[in-house]
Nanobody
Framework: QVQLVESGGGSVQAGGSLRLSCAAS????????MGWFRQVPGKEREGIAT????????VYHDTVKGRFTISQDTSGNTLYLQMNSLKREDTAMYYC??????????????????WGQGTQVTVSS
């Protein structure tokens, strides 16, 4: 069973930075993609940064392009999200997710197979 544990959330002032981490266990990085999602109360969870194929291709939500960077360690067992120039609207619960690679070699995260428990990010002005 894949387990995902996020860390690194907290409170920060607008313009500041945070780095989220997601430690994966019971996980074969050759079979999964990973990504970051976020959710605010009353809204659907949305994907903000994902690594979606075997080649490590990445896609970002328009609202975080140029400010957030997704990465993995060389083992593929830890996922990161570097968040810079944070805005109040980035306040949300952030979730790590893992999805199985399809035979075509990509993941669609619709929906992800596994979720972490989430870590709260609060940005104040």
């Amino acid at each position: 069973q894949v387990q995902l544990v996020e860390s690194g959330g907290g409170s920060v002032q607008a313009g500041g930075s945070l780095r989220l981490s997601c430690a994966a266990s019971g996980y074969d990085p050759r079979r999964y993609c990973m990504g970051w999602f976020r959710q605010v109360p009353g809204k659907e969870r949305e994907g903000i940064a994902t690594i979606y194929d075997r080649d490590g291709s990445m896609v970002y939500h328009d609202t975080v392009k140029g400010r957030f960077t997704i990465s993995q360690d060389t083992s593929g067992n830890t996922l990161y999200l570097q968040m810079n120039s944070l805005k109040r609207e980035d306040t949300a619960m952030y979730y790590c997710a893992a999805d199985l690679l399809t035979p075509g070699g990509y993941c669609d995260f619709l929906p992800p197979r596994f979720w972490g428990q989430g870590t709260q990010v609060t940005v104040s002005s």
